[in-house]
């Protein structure tokens, strides 16, 4: 079995086992008690806070835990929505391509009577920080750009439109779940208010994530009813989640120059191997994007029936986010870069982890060929396009 759907989840790394299970079994009280058992736990937090805080140069009180990304996203958007609602400014940045969870948040704010602009996404998947600045106004109150496409792995220049955002006094917000622990973090130095983090795409456990905010911007509340998180996010902490966090974030910041040079010469053979399938076109930059990410389109085909006949194979894959699984539209990200519906229904996400082999590879490669030929014998959109009744796009 070859597994390349990372960018869905990771496979929890040995020692963020070791130390969920640590904690579950032995320091398992309640942080917000007074005894020294909950002290314990309390300690154990508060490292892991330090030490998340120390590996994205941020300070302790500047991270608050969550669920995971979604509920980061919902919480940094709506809190600088509320604090320029305060302001008289009701107009908000982001981008076509954004996941979900900002874009739905962004929808809601809406019929709040805020203005949203969302920009255009150019064909290489890149958004251009001169853009973001020609559409900042008077009234603009926050830019929210991705760090890492989850779809199509493109990097933005994050610090590039940071730095645009600080000049103006707008709060720049990233999702940077797809980028923490597998590219380099500097909130400081990439001029970032606020930012986005899951545990389970960096080899943590489900269900636990973090947000950072820099510290003087008030947090709003998505969950009342205790004073956990310094009292911006009821509920009794995840203790055990949070320290596996903390110990995978560790392994993952530390390895990842040796991962990033393994990783981006296993991306490029999948890459050159796949470009060698007719009428297939590579979607996103070939160079900025994300080292684990290949994501492909294939003229003639239904992604669906690809990934379905690829499991049978052995090879685990997706046709974009696990979050939108079932949905019979095709992938707003690939709607966003210009790829026609016909064409963004044959898509294709490889996104491949430390563990792969050559082997793995090969095998990748030869089986996505042997499927697409297989599908494309059968269907009758592919015998109008080489039968000329039809133009071929890729």
């Known amino acids: 079995m070859i597994y390349a759907d990372n960018a869905a989840t990771t496979k929890m790394s040995p020692a963020a086992i070791h130390t969920m299970l640590s904690v579950l079994e032995q320091n398992y009280g309640n942080p917000s008690s007074l005894y ?75 019929k709040d009577g805020f203005e949203v602009t969302l920009l255009d996404v150019h064909e290489n998947g890149l958004i251009l920080p001169e853009e973001v600045e020609k559409a900042i106004r008077e009234d603009t109150c926050l830019v929210t750009v991705m760090y890492a496409n989850n779809e199509i792995g493109t990097i933005q220049p994050i610090a590039e ?19 923490v622990g597998h590219l380099p973090v500097d909130v400081r130095a990439q001029n970032i208010d606020m930012l986005s983090a899951s545990a389970h795409k960096f080899h943590g456990p489900k269900g636990v994530g973090f947000l950072y905010v820099k510290k003087g911007i008030h947090l709003t509340n998505l969950i009342e009813g205790g004073a956990q998180e310094r009292g911006k996010r009821a509920g009794t902490e995840n203790v055990p989640g949070i320290a596996a966090m903390a110990t995978a974030l560790k392994e993952s910041v530390d390895s990842i120059d040796k991962n990033t040079a393994y990783l981006t010469h296993q991306r490029d053979r999948l890459i050159s191997g796949l470009k060698k399938i007719p009428h297939s076109a590579l979607n996103g930059d070939e160079n900025h994007r994300l080292p684990s990410n290949v994501n492909f389109c294939f003229e003639g085909i239904e992604g669906e029936a690809l990934l379905l006949l690829l499991d049978q194979k052995g090879i685990m894959a997706s046709s974009g986010s696990a979050c939108t699984s079932g949905a019979l539209d095709p992938s707003h990200v690939l709607l966003a870069i210009g790829r026609v519906h016909d064409v963004a229904h044959g898509s294709l996400r490889l996104s491949i982890g430390e563990d792969i082999t050559d082997n793995d590879v090969d095998e990748i490669i030869r089986s996505v060929k042997e499927v697409v030929e297989y599908l494309r014998g059968f269907s009758p959109i592919w015998r109008d396009l080489v039968s000329g009744k039809k133009q071929f796009i890729l």
């Open 161 to 179: 439109i940071g730095a645009i955002c600080r000049q103006h006094k707008v709060l720049f917000h990233t999702d940077a779940v797809q980028a």
């Open 36 to 110: 020294r058992f909950g002290q314990h736990a309390k300690e154990i937090l508060e490292n892991a806070r330090q030490q998340i805080a120390s590996l994205i140069n941020a300070e302790p009180r500047e991270i608050t835990f969550t669920s995971g990304g979604s509920e980061a996203d919902n919480q940094a958007i709506l809190s600088a929505a509320e604090l320029g609602k305060k302001n008289g400014k009701k107009h908000i940045i982001s981008s076509a391509f954004e996941h979900h969870a900002v874009l739905h948040t962004l929808q809601k704010l809406e």
